[in-house]
């Protein structure tokens, strides 16, 4: 059986993590994985990078992360090994996403995500830290990968109502650029917004507290904030995560300007 495999060494800082997407993207595209199956690697590695960068050490020193892809026997499986605090995320309690929850902003959801999206999680406490191996399964040729990009974002304005365009990828390290454009534009007056992200490549929890945290902004504002043009691997993630119930989501950028221009209006 032949095994192809590729490893990266980081340091515990949020932009390290688009190495890693990187290293994601080359590797599969060599090996033509199918496209759904690397974005939604990319997710689970954002979410468990993320989560080890913020959380994992006590002190503010440079540590090192290290990340070793492998396709083996028809799974794409990715190990993170790193020398912080105990952490078992296969134990971890996950409570189910609620609207308060969400303008709370608490965290969580980016476990929820790696659960959804993995076919399997293992995880191991070993002398010098924690092993984390989560993989993929492999089960058509479906289209090979494309190499994503960093996040782009315009917008269009007609009085009150906002279109802003967001391509790219909305991973932890941009995810508040995002959000930062969102409160500028309610900040300037516009009290619906459509964002489509139809270009979009993949969305980590980060990019979806930003969608919360600015819809409920809208709201505040006598306003109201709709998603549009998910792709399908996307538009499951946010019914797997339970995020369907809370954020508003439309199939078009026409889909949801009706959605904005039927709501009621303070």
């Not at 026997?73 to 190990?79: P, T, Y």
């Not at 494309?146 to 990828?169: A, I, K, Y």
């Not at 500028?184 to 964002?195: H, K």
């Not at 538009?235 to 369907?244: C, F, T």
Request: net charge negative.
């Amino acid at each position: 059986m032949t095994v192809h495999s590729a490893k990266i060494t980081i340091i515990n800082r949020l932009p390290e993590i688009r190495c890693v997407a990187d290293m994601v993207d080359a590797f599969c595209a060599r090996h033509a994985v199918p496209q759904r199956l690397v974005h939604e690697m990319q997710v689970v590695l954002d979410e468990v990078l993320s989560n080890v960068i913020r959380h994992a050490f006590t002190d503010d020193a440079e540590h090192e992360i290290r990340v070793a892809l492998e396709l083996s026997g028809g799974d794409l499986l990715a190990v993170v090994e790193d020398d912080g605090i105990a952490f078992d995320p296969t134990r971890a309690r996950v409570d189910k996403l609620t609207a308060e929850r969400a303008r709370r902003g608490e965290g969580g959801l980016g476990i929820t995500f790696v659960r959804a999206l993995c076919d399997r999680i293992s995880y191991r406490r070993e002398a010098t830290g924690n092993s984390l191996c989560v993989a993929k399964r492999i089960q058509s040729a479906g289209s090979p990968a494309e190499r994503t990009s960093s996040l782009n974002m315009s917008d269009v304005r007609h009085g009150e109502t906002s279109v802003l365009s967001v391509s790219g990828r909305l991973d932890t390290a941009n995810a508040h650029a995002m959000k930062t454009r969102l409160e500028e534009l309610i900040g300037a007056g516009a009290r619906q917004l459509a964002v489509d992200l139809s270009l979009v490549t993949y969305i980590s929890s980060a990019g979806f507290w930003a969608l919360l945290f600015a819809a409920n902004l809208a709201e505040r504002a006598g306003g109201g904030l709709v998603v549009c043009g998910l792709r399908d691997d996307l538009a499951q993630l946010v019914e797997r995560a339970g995020l369907a119930q809370i954020l508003r989501v439309a199939a078009s950028r026409e889909a949801a300007l009706h959605a904005l221009h039927a709501s009621p209006k303070d």
